[in-house]
């Protein structure tokens, strides 16, 4: 009896699934409109003529493309849009007043200040309180204390100053200590801390330390060089000035106090042994006249910088004659393993041997065995090599995450979600239309020659879908004629896109809940639409790209974090989001993803590090179903490669590559309401799954053991006909353009449809969603991924089925507390009234937020009709986003790539560690 229900109820929802594929494709030409087709035309052809111009350009761009791709010297494709947008109505910026930070290039200065900081030092000691030059010596003695130039003796002889020893928490000494030994061992080292536990303090700290010896010992601190970016040069100074008021740092770059040609400079301070502070194109500048001279430290600070070790910087850097090369970054390994050879070719050349040694013999294995489609054997192998490269990197490279020290820096919680925000009607409109159009078809189409061509038109498609993502305007204004008028009321407006809908929600609901926030985008153009949009809105705010000069960043960010007035800070990814301490916010908007998962983590990072008191809530926000799903795909792969080799060899990867076809669609949410991604997550991350599971069963039924296994049987049967059908279509067409252009043809014309097969009464959405699930990740299955994954994604579907089908069991039954047999259910179900399909009507029209905790927190808290005011504000602003913002669905960022799990595993051990402690206390005390 159960077998025939259920096997009826399984067959119809095949057929109904079979026939929602087929109107899905059908619908998508009838949305797109001549707007789009005119707009997709013109760009096409514009951007042909073009490509030759953009050739020039590209190898014209090469050489300082190598330098930093970050700063102001290069100009994206995004740069190249902004200058054409309209100039924005009333678009003057909010006028700060900002100190401009000095540097000790200038003689004159440097003496004034040094002498200004002794005559502090010493009225403090001497009982005056009030004081115009702070530093942490300073403070010490404010603090209370005594000496502050007694220093704390390392293990042979490396004398800290007592008052930075204080100051330093536990494991940043070890730091320090760490950098002391490799400095008695003539080595290079790679300081990797996670974002924000003050790496640059270390250094400072270190590097002081050697000064002061030297004064004990005349063999301290020599002339040294630190490389960092532009952005940060001059938080370098204030932190030195702060920790160690005495060395001497000097900027060369044109921001500096230096006058006088830089040869003057460079002899200057290394004669007075003292810090040369320089960009990573002014080390590429000045490289000749660097080299010339012996210097003690050569230090990379966002070190990743030369992670290709074929750029000019890098191969620069490589020749300086010091065997105390130092690397600081938090990310540092972000795309391939062939990074990680760069960084430590820099620092300890010869440990990872030779490029094409270390290639073939480690990371390609390495990388081969990431896959999901990878065999046993190479996964194997994989672990092995990875174990083996990390014990050989081990001594040489010190990290420390956030999760492991907190403890000691007790930092406020973070909580961090991908929002998936449905497209305008407009976007969707253009972006149907633009993957319709001759450019998208001509490289579906073409033979798949190698080289630049179709390699060139693949980038340029990307990034226009990209735009279209971001906001129709950047997209129209770059395809329509120059001629054409720009309708500044509607210009940038943010109803017209998915994600600004999304902002501007964010925003208004922050502003009342007192949060003062971080929006980082990747190009100006973006920036330009949403300082529009501030504006519009009287929203204070600062706004930082490649264009605000080097003397006024830091300036700038010192304003917003002791400022409160302003509400908001603007930086484009690249230039805001490296290196700099933004805690005067406690949210953040990462408003588009990059390739790179690193330039996306370390921006969400400005915010959450020492220094943070409040909690920390981050939202990276991603266009649904589009290529921004793609490319966080794409991030979760390369985060999992990454900590493969600095975390965890043992780490599972969840993800393959994408075929190009896959680029260059437009998903349908599933019936869940689940964008692919989500739904791909949410049948591979068992803590989702399980508190889910939880969430829901704590107020539902269970159904009998023997029933699901059934069940299970069967839903894995028909699966595998399905699997096998679909199998042998793959077979047949084994070209995807062959497919593709199948697939455009059906689109152009549909079929005559079908009837719909008359569906079981018991198809409600819940009972209804876990088949179709099914048959959207069988694309997947037969694509790529391993044989287990199908037998993991039944048991889930058929999970989630219980789970719902018990949700329906309480809405026919109501509370109660006995189990109840599904076969009862069912026939209730069958015979169900009015009165229950209206309720599930309802249901179904109400926002479906699967595979959330913090969301199923929200609905369980609606359904208890609890007020707004009970909500935190995470999940008030959940609420309100998916009642009225279009947001689709939200993943937990850390449960994804595995990071929650991490810390799970860190704090049980913690707990057990104490537990044994107590333990072995109880046992001393009762002898
Ligand atoms: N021991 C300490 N006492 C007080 N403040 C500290 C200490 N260590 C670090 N900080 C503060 O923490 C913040 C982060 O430090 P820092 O900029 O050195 O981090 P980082 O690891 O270099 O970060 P990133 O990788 O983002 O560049 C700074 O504001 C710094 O002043």
């Known amino acids: 009896m159960v077998d025939t229900v259920i096997n009826k109820y399984l067959e119809t929802q095949l057929a109904l699934a079979k026939q929602k594929q087929v109107s899905k494709t059908t619908s998508k030409e ?28 590209e190898n014209h761009d090469k050489s300082s493309k190598d330098v930093d791709d970050e700063e102001e010297y290069v100009a994206s494709s995004e740069d190249d849009c902004e200058l054409r947008l309209p100039n924005i109505a009333g678009s003057s910026r909010s006028k700060h007043h900002v100190s401009k930070i000095v540097d000790d290039g200038d003689t004159k200065l440097y003496n004034d200040r040094v002498a200004k900081w002794r005559q502090s030092l010493s009225d403090v000691q001497s009982g005056n309180l009030s004081v115009p030059y702070i530093s942490a010596d300073i403070q010490y003695v404010l603090d209370g204390n005594k000496q502050p130039l007694e220093s704390h003796e390392l293990q042979n002889g490396l004398c800290i100053p007592n008052y930075i020893w204080k100051q330093l928490y536990r494991y940043q000494r070890v730091g320090v200590k760490w950098l002391w030994e490799l400095h008695q061992s003539q080595s290079g080292g790679l300081l990797g801390d996670e974002m924000g536990l003050g790496k640059t303090v270390q250094v400072i700290a270190f590097l002081a330390g050697l000064a002061n010896t030297d004064s004990l010992t005349r063999s301290g601190l020599g002339a040294s060089i630190i490389v960092a970016p532009a952005t940060v040069i001059f938080q370098w100074v204030s932190h030195f000035h702060y920790w160690s008021p005495s060395l001497r740092v000097s900027v060369l770059h044109q921001a500096g106090s230096h006058c006088g040609n830089h040869h003057k400079l460079i002899r200057n301070l290394h004669e007075s042994h003292g810090v040369l502070l320089i960009t990573y194109a002014g080390l590429v500048k000045y490289a000749k006249d660097l080299q010339a001279r012996k210097w003690q430290y050569i230090i990379l600070d966002e070190g990743h910088k030369i992670r290709n070790p074929e750029t000019q910087v890098s191969k620069l850097v490589r020749k300086f004659d010091t065997p105390h090369k130092l690397l600081i970054t938090g990310s540092p390994m972000q795309n391939s393993l062939q990074e990680l050879w760069s960084l430590f070719d820099f620092m300890r050349p010869g440990l990872l041997g030779t490029h094409t040694a270390f290639m073939e013999h480690f990371a390609v294995p390495i990388t081969q065995g990431g896959y999901a489609n990878a065999t046993e054997i190479q996964e194997a192998t994989a672990l092995e090599i990875a174990k083996a490269l990390k014990a050989i990197i081990t001594p040489y490279m010190l990290r420390r995450t956030k999760a492991e020290v907190q403890e000691f820096i007790h930092l406020p919680e973070k909580n961090e979600q991908v929002l998936f925000c449905a497209l305008s009607q407009e976007q969707r409109d253009l972006y149907m239309g633009y993957l319709m159009s001759s450019t998208v078809r001509s490289i579906l189409d073409k033979d798949n020659k190698l080289g630049d061509p179709l390699r060139a038109r693949i980038l340029v498609a990307l990034s226009t879908l990209r735009k279209i993502c971001n906001h129709p305007d950047i997209y129209l204004y770059e395809a329509f004629d120059d001629s054409q008028e720009v309708n500044e009321e509607t210009f940038g407006h943010w109803k017209r896109s998915g994600k600004m809908s999304v902002v501007h929600s964010l925003l208004k609901i922050w502003h009342k809940q007192g949060h003062r926030s971080l929006i980082f985008t990747q ?112 991030q979760i792969f390369k985060n999992f490669l990454s900590n493969r080799i600095l975390v965890d060899p043992n780490q599972k990867n969840v993800l393959t590559t994408s075929t190009l076809q896959g680029l260059f669609t437009l998903e349908e949410l599933n019936c869940e309401g689940d964008t692919e991604t989500a739904s791909l997550f949410k049948h591979t991350k068992v803590a989702i799954h399980e508190k889910r599971k939880l969430n829901c069963k704590k107020n539902t039924l269970t159904l009998a053991k023997n029933k699901i ?61 876990p088949f179709e699930n099914v048959l959207s990740e069988l694309d997947i299955i037969n694509q790529h991924v391993k044989k287990d994954y199908e037998e993991n994604l039944i048991n889930e579907t058929l999970n989630k089925a219980e789970v719902e089908v018990s949700c329906i069991e309480e809405e026919v039954v109501g509370n109660t507390e006995n189990k109840v047999d599904i076969t009862e259910t069912l026939t209730k179900t069958n015979s169900d009234d009015n009165e229950k399909s209206r309720k599930r009507k309802h249901s179904e029209s109400e926002p479906k937020i699967e595979s959330l905790v913090a969301v199923k927190k929200v609905k369980l808290k609606k359904d208890k009709k609890e007020k707004d005011k009970n909500l935190n504000d995470d999940d008030y602003v959940l609420t309100k986003l998916f009642a009225k913002a279009g947001v689709k669905n939200a993943l937990q960022h850390d449960v994804v790539v595995g990071l929650a799990e991490k810390e799970k595993r860190l704090r049980m051990k913690e707990e057990a560690t104490m537990k044994a402690k107590k333990a072995v206390r109880a046992l001393k005390f009762s002898s």
């Open 30 to 57: 009838d949305h797109i409109s001549d707007k789009s087709k005119a707009a997709a035309g013109r760009l096409s052809k514009k951007q042909s003529k073009q490509k030759n111009q953009h050739r020039h350009q």
């Open 523 to 634: 190009s100006r153009a973006m920036l330009c639409i949403l300082e529009q949009h501030l504006q519009k809105h009287q929203f204070k705010y600062l706004r930082m790209d490649g264009t605000v000069s080097v003397s006024q960043r830091q300036s700038m960010i010192k304003t917003f974090n002791e400022n409160a007035e302003y509400l908001v800070f603007l930086a484009t990814t690249r230039v805001g989001g490296l290196g700099v301490n933004l805690t005067g916010a406690d949210r953040v908007i990462i408003y588009d993803p990059d390739w790179n998962p690193a330039t996306d983590n370390q921006a969400k990072e400005r915010a959450w590090r020492i220094g943070q008191q409040r909690n920390v809530t981050v939202y990276r926000l991603l266009s649904a179903g589009t290529i921004e799903e793609k490319i966080y795909q794409r």
């Open 709 to 769: 296994a059934a069940m299970k049987k069967l839903a894995k049967q028909i699966s595998r006909k399905i699997a096998k059908s679909a199998e042998s279509k793959a077979a047949v067409t084994e070209d995807p353009r062959e497919a593709y252009k199948k697939k455009r043809e059906l689109t152009l014309h549909p079929p005559h449809q079908e009837e719909a097969p008359k569906v079981n009464t018991l198809d409600g959405k819940a009972v209804n969603a």
